[in-house]
C-alpha cells in the first residue's frame, strides 16, 4: 500500500500547485487528478490486474474487454471507448467507471469520450506511430462514490484506498495508437453468431454490440428471447469474422457465466450446457422462463455469454471488438 500512499501524496500536491496559481478545481477534476495516479500506482505493481486470458468462466468481477473506437486515431480525431465488465451473473451494469487519459483529462461515465492526440517528437518511432494511454477504474460499490468528499483530497484519496483493499475496484488499461497513415487500423467485426444444435438445426443468434443505443433494454428483450438448450446437452457456436488484416489471425475468446467452453479458442466452439439449477429465494433469483423482459442476472438458468476478438497487436493491429449473447438451459 506503500505506492497508493505516495500517489495520494502526489495528487494532493497537484491539486495545490493548481489552486496556488488561482486555478479551481471542480470535483469532478479533482477526482480525476486523484485516480490517475492513484490508477498509476495499481496498473505499476500495487495491485494484480485480470490476466487469465484462458479462462473461459466468469465467477467474480472482472473487466473482460475495453474497446477503442477507433483504435487508431490521426491526431485529433475523436476516440470513444467503453468496457465490458462482468461477474457471475452478467454484465454489470450499475458500477462507475472512472476513465483517465493523459495527465489531466478524464470522466466518470459509461462511455468516455476524448482526442487523440500525438506524441512529442522523441516518442514518435520510425513509423510515425506514438501512443496515448488509457486507464479505468471500475468501482464495484457505487454506494461509496457518495461517500466521498471530493473537495478533502485525504478523504477521497483514504476512500478510495479502502476499495482497493476490500478488492472492491478492478482496473485497467488500454493503448491508443497515433498515426497520420492512411490504412489506420480498425476494430475487427463479429458478422455473423449461429448456434448448431446436436441434431444439425441452425439458429441465428441475437448479440449485442458495443456502443449500441438503448443496450439495457435490448439485453432485457434478448435475454427474453433467447434460444432454449436442454440440460447435459452439447452444442456448437458458429462464428463469422472480418477485419482490416486476415481473419483467420484474430485471436478469439469465448467465456461466460455458466455452462463449459472448456477454454478453447475456436471460431466453432463447442459448448457443454450443464444441469438445470434450482432457483434460490435468498439470492433473489428467480424462474423468469416466458416473461417479456428478462434480467439475465436474477435467472440462474439463464446464462450471458460473450465472444472476444482482438488483433494479434503485430504491426501496428491493436483491434478489438466483442458481442453478448444469451442461452437458456431447460430440463432434458
Known amino acids: 500500500m506503500t505506492c497508493l500512499k505516495t500517489n495520494l501524496m502526489t495528487s494532493r500536491y497537484l491539486i495545490e500547485q493548481h489552486e496556488a496559481k488561482g486555478e479551481t478545481m471542480d470535483k469532478s477534476r479533482r477526482l480525476v487528478a486523484l485516480a490517475i495516479l492513484i490508477l498509476f500506482g495499481l496498473l505499476t505493481g500495487c495491485m494484480e490486474t485480470f490476466d487469465d486470458d484462458t479462462m473461459s468462466l466468469v465467477k467474480k468481477p472482472e473487466i473482460l474487454a475495453v474497446v477503442l473506437d477507433p483504435p487508431e486515431a490521426a491526431p485529433g480525431e475523436a476516440v470513444r471507448t467503453c468496457a465490458l465488465v462482468v461477474d457471475g451473473q452478467g454484465v ?12 489531466s483529462e478524464g470522466d466518470l461515465t459509461d462511455t ?13 518511432d520510425e513509423e510515425g506511430f506514438s501512443s496515448q494511454m488509457l486507464s479505468l477504474m471500475v468501482i464495484l460499490d457505487p454506494a ?9 483530497v485525504e478523504q477521497a484519496g483514504a476512500a478510495l484506498q479502502r476499495l482497493v483493499r476490500e478488492d472492491a475496484v478492478r482496473v485497467g488499461m488500454r493503448t491508443l495508437l497515433v498515426n497520420e497513415r492512411e490504412s489506420r487500423n480498425r476494430n475487427p467485426e463479429i458478422t455473423s453468431l449461429i448456434l448448431e444444435r446436436d441434431n444439425g438445426e441452425q439458429v441465428e443468434l441475437e448479440t449485442l454490440s458495443p456502443f449500441e443505443d438503448d443496450a439495457m433494454q435490448k439485453r ?14 452439447t452444442v456448437h457456436f458458429l462464428a463469422e469474422l472480418e477485419d482490416d488484416g486476415r481473419a483467420e489471425d484474430l485471436l478469439v475468446q469465448w467465456i461466460g457465466t455458466g455452462g463449459d467452453f472448456g477454454a478453447r479458442r475456436e471460431t466453432e466452439q463447442e459448448w457443454s450446457s450443464g444441469k438445470v439449477k434450482e432457483a434460490d429465494e435468498s ?10 423482459l428478462v434480467d439475465a442476472r436474477l435467472d440462474p438458468n439463464l446464462h450471458s455469454l460473450f465472444l472476444i476478438v482482438r488483433d494479434t497487436g503485430a504491426d501496428g493491429n491493436n483491434g478489438q471488438s466483442y458481442v453478448e449473447f444469451f442461452v437458456r438451459v431447460v430440463p432434458e
Open 92 to 103: 454489470v451494469t450499475e458500477s462507475p467507471i472512472l476513465w483517465t487519459v493523459g495527465d
Open 283 to 292: 439470492l433473489d433469483e428467480q424462474d423468469l422462463r416466458g416473461e417479456e
Open 220 to 233: 432485457l428483450e434478448l435475454a427474453a428471447r433467447a434460444p432454449e438448450i436442454p440440460a447435459q446437452n
Open 112 to 124: 468516455f469520450e476524448f482526442t487523440a492526440q500525438r506524441g512529442t517528437e522523441d516518442l514518435v
Open 144 to 152: 461509496a462514490m457518495g461517500e466521498m468528499d471530493l473537495m478533502d
